[in-house]
Structure formats: C-alpha cells, structure tokens
C-alpha cells in the first residue's frame, strides 16, 4: 500500500518536472479573478473571458511572436487571498502585468504595485485610480497617484455622472413634474464594499450640480437577496431616482423588491449591475431601467464577435452559449488592451513595467480596438481615464436601447480636466 | 542540570515555573531566535517573507482567540472586528494626529481591548452559544456598521484608503520592503507571546484557566468571574488591536472588506487545528494554514498546463482543505498539532530508552 503510494508519489513529481520547463519565449501574465466570491455572479463569466481573449491573442502571433502565458487564480474577493496571490505571481511566477478584479484589492494593492512598477489592468474601473499623479482633493488632502493602475473602460465617477445626466435629460425633463419641484435622488450600495462606494461622492456633486435633491443612502449587501427594508426606508424620502451600486444579482434584488412594494421611481445601474442577467433576474421589474454599458453585448453584431463567440465554444464548451454575459467582451476589452500595450513597449524595446506603461499605453491616442463597441482609448502621462463618452442604455421590452451618449468632457471641459481626476 | 531534562529537581516554585529550565533548552531558543531574527530574513527571497508574515499576522490573530476560547473558556466568533478597530485606530492616528507608528500600535491595542470589553460585558450572563452569537454581533456591529458608517466619516476618507508611502516608519526605518515587514510583525508576535505566556503563568492566567474548566467551581473558591472574564476580553482584544495596528504595514491601505467574518472563523479554525489551550498550538495551526495552502498552490500550479482549470477550481479546493482538516483534526487529534508536538518531543527526549 505505502509502496504504491511512493510509487505514485514519484510519478507525480517526476511529471511535475516535465511539465515544469516552459517554451522558449514566453511572457507571463498574471490574473486574480472572483471565481466563488461576493461578485461572482460577474466574476465567473469574466475570468473565462480573460482566459478565451489570452488564447485568442496568443493565436493571432501573441506579443510580437511571444506568447502569453497567463497564470490565473480566484481569489473570492477576500483582500488577504487576493495579496497572497498577488505576491506569489510577483515573486515566484515573476509575472510583468497582472490582470486584477475588485476595487478592494485593487486600491489596496495599489501602493504596493506602484512600488513594484507592476502594470495593474482591473476589472476595477474606480476612479480613485485615473491619476497617475499625485493630487490634492478640495479639502487640502493629499492623494498618491497610481501610474501602473489602468483599465479600458470609463470610471465608475464618470458612470454615475453620465448616467444622472441622462436620465436627467431624457427622462426628468419629459415627466410632468419637471420644472415645479426639484427631482430626488437615492443611492443603493454597499457601504463597506470600496466598489460600491467608490463612485457616491461624485453622483451627488453632479446631482448638485444638475440642481437635484440627495436622500440618505441606504445600504444593501452586495449579497443581498432581498432588499425590504432598505426600499421602506428609500419610499419615505419619496425619490425619483435610485442609482444601484452593487452588481447584478443584488441591484436586481433591490429592483423587484421596488416593484413589489409599489416604489415607482426609476433605476440606475453601475455597468457591474447592468448586463443580461439583471432582466431574467428582476423580471417585469426590469422594464425601463437604465445602466451603462461601455462595451457590446454577448453575441452583438460587432467587429470581432465571431471570434469571442468562437473562443467561446472552443475553451469553455461546457458553458451554454445563453448563459454567457457581456462580462466576457469587458474581459476582452481589457486583455486586448493589454495586448496592445505590451506589443507598443516590446516594439520599443522596454518590456517592463515601466516601458509598458510608459512606452505602451501612454502612447496611445485614440486608439481603436479590434473589438466593435469599444470607445476609442486615451492614455496620457497625467490621465488614466481612456475615455469621456458615457453610453447610457434602457432596457425595454427584451432589448438593450441606447437612451443617451454623455460626453463629459464636451459638456464639462473645466471640470473634466481639473476637478473631477481622480475621485 | 544538564543536556536532558530527565531527572530535573526543583527546589523551588521559580524554578518550576522557568520557562527554560536546561541549558539544552536554552540553546534551542537561541537557535530559535537567530532562525527567525537573522538566518530567515536576510536569505529568504520576497515570496517566503511575505508567506511567513501572513504567517505572523495570523499567529497575531489567534492569540487572542486561542486566549479567549483556548484559556479561558469564552468562545469567539467575532475576533476580526477587533483586528479593525486596531487597524482603523492607528490607521487614524497617523492620519489625523501624525502621531508616530510605533505609538499608535499600544494605542490602538487600548481602543480595542476597551471595544472588546464592552462586547465581552454580556458573557457576565450568557455562556456557550449564546456567547458566540454576541461576539458575532460585535462584527457585524464593528465592522459593517460602526466602522463603515461613522469612522469612515473621520477625517472624510471613506471606508477605504490606502497610507501615502512613508507614513509608516520607526524612526527614520521606512517599513516597506518584505523584509522590514517581516521584521515589524516578528518583533511584535515575540513580544506578546512572551507578554501573554508570562501573563498564563500567574494569577491572572490561573484564574482563567480555572473559570475555562469550571466557572461555578471557580467562583465558589473566590474568584471574581466578571472581572476575569472581562479581563481576559480586554486582554484579547488588545493583543488584536496590535495585531491590526501591525498587520496595516503588509499593504499600507485598509477597508472594511480587509476584517471580513470569515477571518473570524478562520482564526478559530487555526487554534482548533493547532490545539485549543495551548501557545504552540497558535503557531503551528498558523503556519499549518498558511504554509499548507501554499505548498496546495505549488503543486496545482505546474499541473495548470494539462489541466487549466484547475487553478481556478483552486479556493473550492483550499475551503474544502479547510474544513477537512478541521473535521479530521477534530476526529483524530483533538488536542492539535501541539500535542502532537509534545509527543514527538518526549520521545526524542527520552531516546532510547523510553521508560
């Protein structure tokens, strides 16, 4: 018995030891995903998606004839596992640009990466990691800059801020009530998670601004399944508009729950709670709520959709084609941006973290992407936000209806350049 | 007295209560301590260093918990709420007041042993499982309501933020690097494990130990149970306030999503697969759930090329471990790997000629 258990023992090991010397030229890329965690109901769909984009780069030639080989671990949306996993790809698999997830972690590792001038690509989209520079907020308060911090997509601020305005605009301006009373707002979120709280400050400077009023927020787990008493709370304020910052399952917790107690305001959703599953999840609820979506649906008619769908099919089989989300283009987006990256520092000779950065992404002006429904990107040595156009969508009867594309930065030059970076 | 302790005569209680009765004993704590003070830290690479300081800050961690539920019979299911309060209270401290690191760290051990003993005044009442739904209502109260909504409004920093580089120093010593890190929560888990193991040995310690085995027994002989029993709360807590204070050096940021419950019971976990009532049993639970997790790591790693998914089927993997472990050690060594320890001690102490 201990024999064949020795016997096996070594086989194993010696396995190990074949398998362990890699190709020849590689470049290791790391991935800490929420596979089983607290935003797995996003997180799931978006690490197969890293890992399908990763193929799909490696087979159009990878980085300039390097392949990527990507080194992919959950991570549970637990801070402590994520910093653990993050130190081993740094020490051990010395990995040069790492793809994150949560707004937790990533703004906890922050100034650990940028001491270890490592390349940070997040699924992440706060704004507390556009500026590369050191800042000082309006209270006189200093802030670190993150420069290794990137991301494809609008922030979460600029979210919220387009999304208000549109909803402003296009819905408010339309009701009867426009014009007599001022409108009210209401914010859902969790206030210990850093993702969901992160955009709030910045939804009620633009609801000053738009001359809206701010009820007081109300606090939903991001693993809610039911919302009751938060909506209670929420109906005595008598709001207009509630904006949800949670992701899917429990913004679409929060939106039923509305609906059944007969609250009738409309819903706004950060784009980590707006995706396909928010309507088969909220049901008739679903009906007129309004989110961001900063990259294409799964299986719209873009550039390059043939090829996340054929990736798809081809790794994950297993996984039914109607249970794949948008959650895999946003994973696409952010892995071919990083393909770009790297390829411009490779083209410049500097393949590390600073080349990458500094030779890879900041050079990139209005760049397109491969992928269709994806802004054109800018990344300058001041300003990490890639763009200014905030694409405001409505759900409607089964479909996804563009209501409005905010451009920030033409309706607030001022402000886009000086005040709103980094917050 | 000389190399084997076999055959040692003492004269005296002081000599009884030594914690290092023979030279031979001496020389391994010596050893000990250039291991973890000098060999370690100056040939270890960055990963090792930032493996055994989770190491440390676990241990950091379950001191408390094994004092409470190890020593003292109060068991704990809310321990990572005082972790935060010593976290956000030298986190503050140096943000608001500059006061200096080393400062803040018995200061926010002070905040959280007082914090700890206002969520310990119930165990005056209750016992068993209705004490682990009050130490489960202080997390939830501390972390997800107290801390999220009211300290985060201090200084208008919201619930997470990170310490600008440089604010964390001892004197002109910058804690940074791995290996300063690695240093800062060496030193600090020496130190209270000496403070608490000499605090077990006296009549403090023995009072607990007493009220853990019996508190009607132990009141009939004249021991004051609330006052121990506080005591022994305050005491945890601050050795948790200490360890926040210390564990904010491994990132320099800090938010509530860093004390979840889980950590709570994970600490538990530690001191039920290391050994309840037992100081060694706090390190080897530590180092058996850190170390363990990451050789699983190791090997799954390599095995990522034939079989891909399975670095992400990973935490399944290392929760299951967890509960594993904990089912089996609870089933064939309930006393923990201490004893465990124990065992193989005597037996290469009395080698060969066990009697």
Redesign the interface.
């Known amino acids: 018995m201990i024999r064949r258990l020795f016997i096996w023992l070594t086989a194993f090991s010696l396995a190990l030891v074949l398998v362990g010397p890699a190709a020849a030229e590689e470049i290791k890329v790391g991935a800490i995903n929420d596979m089983t965690g607290a935003t797995s109901d996003v997180g799931k769909d978006y690490a197969l998606g890293i890992a399908e984009a990763v193929a799909y780069v490696n087979d159009q030639g990878g980085i300039n004839g390097k392949k990527i080989k990507l080194i992919q671990l959950d991570y549970g949306y637990r801070i402590p596992e994520a910093i653990t996993i993050y130190k081993r790809l740094r020490d051990l698999d010395k990995v040069i640009v790492v793809q994150g997830w949560g707004t937790g972690d990533t703004e906890a590792l922050s100034p650990t990466i940028t001491r270890d001038k490592m390349p940070y690509i997040s699924a992440s989209y706060s704004a507390h990691l556009t500026s590369p520079q050191a800042w000082k907020d309006k209270d006189g308060k200093d802030h670190p800059g993150t420069p290794f911090n990137l991301f494809f997509s609008s922030d979460y601020s600029s979210n919220a801020r387009g999304a208000l305005t549109a909803w402003y605009e296009k819905v408010w301006k339309k009701s009867k009530e426009a014009g007599k009373r001022k409108p009210k707002l209401v914010c859902f979120y969790m206030f210990a998670s850093p993702y969901a709280s992160a955009p709030i400050k910045a939804i009620k400077d633009q609801a000053a601004l738009l001359g809206m009023e701010v009820g007081s927020d109300q606090d939903v787990s991001l693993t809610a399944i039911d919302t009751k008493s938060q909506v209670l709370g929420a109906r005595k304020e008598n709001p207009d508009v509630i904006w949800h910052g949670n992701t899917t399952m429990s913004c679409a917790a929060a939106i039923r729950d509305c609906f059944a107690l007969g609250l009738q305001v409309s819903h706004l959703l950060n784009n980590w709670g707006f995706d396909e599953n928010m309507p088969r999840l909220a049901q008739e609820a679903a009906e007129g709520v309004i989110g961001i979506a900063q990259c294409p649906l799964y299986g719209q008619d873009v550039a390059l959709m043939d090829q996340v769908i054929a990736y798809a099919k081809k790794l994950n089989p297993g996984v039914p084609q109607d249970k794949r989300l948008l959650r895999t283009t946003q994973a696409w987006a952010n892995v071919l941006l990083m393909a770009e990256g790297m390829k411009r520092a490779d083209k410049a000779g500097d393949l590390t973290g600073e080349g990458i950065v500094k030779k890879g992404f900041e050079t990139m002006n209005n760049w397109q992407m491969a992928l269709g429904g994806v802004a054109p990107l800018t990344y300058t040595a001041g300003d990490h936000r890639p763009q200014s156009v905030i694409n405001v969508y409505q759900y409607s009867k089964g479909k996804f209806n563009l209501l409005d594309a905010v451009d920030l930065k033409a309706r607030w030059p001022e402000k886009w350049d000086k005040e709103w970076l980094g917050w | 007295m000389s190399y084997l302790p076999c055959g040692v005569y003492h004269e005296f209680y002081k000599q009884d209560q030594a914690w290092w009765q023979t030279r031979f004993v001496r020389g391994k704590m010596i050893l000990l301590g250039l291991l973890v003070f000098a060999v370690v830290p100056l040939t270890a ?3 090792t260093l ?2 055994l300081s ?1 190491v440390a800050y676990t241990i950091l961690g379950a001191l408390g918990v094994q004092l409470l539920i190890g020593y003292c019979g109060q068991i704990t299911l809310g321990h990572a709420a005082f972790l935060a309060v010593g976290g956000y209270t030298s986190a503050l401290l140096m943000l608001q007041l500059h006061l200096p690191y080393v400062l803040t760290m018995p200061l926010a051990g002070v905040a959280a042993g007082l914090w700890s003993v206002l969520f310990g005044l119930p165990s005056a009442k209750v016992k068993g499982f209705y004490l682990i739904m009050t130490t489960m209502a202080a997390q939830f109260i501390t ?2 309501f107290v ?3 009211y300290v ?1 409004q201090v ?6 933020f ?4 440089g604010t964390m120093k001892i004197g002109p010593w910058v804690i ?1 690097s ?1 290996r300063s890190i690695y240093y800062l929560l060496a030193v600090t888990t020496a130190l209270l494990t000496l403070a608490l193991a000499n605090l077990l040995r006296s009549r403090v310690g023995r009072a607990w130990v007493a009220i853990r085995d019996n508190d009607i027994a132990a009141e009939a002989m004249g021991i004051n149970i609330v006052y121990y029993k506080l005591l022994a709360f305050f005491t945890a807590g601050f050795i948790g306030g200490v360890a926040g204070a210390a564990g904010l050096s ?9 004390f ?1 419950w ?2 709570s019971l994970w600490l538990v976990g530690v001191i039920l697969i290391g050994g309840a009532g037992s100081l060694h049993g706090v390190f080897f639970g530590s180092l058996f759930m850190v170390l363990v997790m ?1 050789a699983l ?1 190791f ?1 799954l ?6 079989f ?1 998914q399975l ?6 993997l290392k ?1 299951a471990t967890f509960g594993l472990a904990i089912a089996v050690f609870l089933i064939y060594e309930p006393n923990g790997l201490a004893y465990r320890w124990w065992q193989i001690k005597n037996y290469f102490n009395l080698w060969p000629f066990s009697y």
């Open positions: 690479g960055n990963y930032g493996a989770e972390v997800d801390i999220t909504q985060s200084g208008g920093r919201g619930q997470a990170s310490l600008p580089p940074e791995d491994r990132l320099a940021a800090i938010s509530p999503e860093h979840p889980f950590w990451e790591k090997a790693v390599p095995l990522t090329p034939i891909p670095a992400m089927k990973f935490l399944f929760e």
